[in-house]
């Protein structure tokens, strides 16, 4: 299993930042997705990765250690998951963003690899919470 965590301290409250990662379509716009659909729970994302497209169907899961998680549905990942949590600290609340996944080697072949998919979804990550600090 591959992980990919970054972690932030926004001058927001938990419950700020808590608004505004449920606004589930911003939020995952934010991350810099090509195309997005949201339909209560399941959010679909297509994103041109390297050479290949990648969508995945994502559903939006209960975690009583996370503010915010979702896991893959279908896709490219044999697993993958992302979490979401907060702490509050002096200066606000430290958002940790954490996303593990297992590769389809099936799937993406030599296309993609481990290291491309970390640089992308850290890239992604950082743009969510860049998202969370301008909206609280």
Known sequence: MQSVTITRTIDASRTEIRAAMQ??????????????DVDGRTIRVANDVGVAEIELELAVVDDSDAAFAYEQREGIFE????AFTLTSVPDGTEIEATTEFALDIALVG???????????????????????????
């Open 79 to 82: 697993e993958m998951r992302t």
């Open 23 to 36: 606004e589930l379509e911003q939020f995952t716009l934010a991350a810099g997705f090509d195309e997005v």
């Open 110 to 136: 030599g296309v993609l690899d481990a290291t491309l998919i970390k640089r992308q979804r850290r890239a992604e990550l950082e743009a969510q919470l860049d998202y969370i600090e301008e909206a609280t």
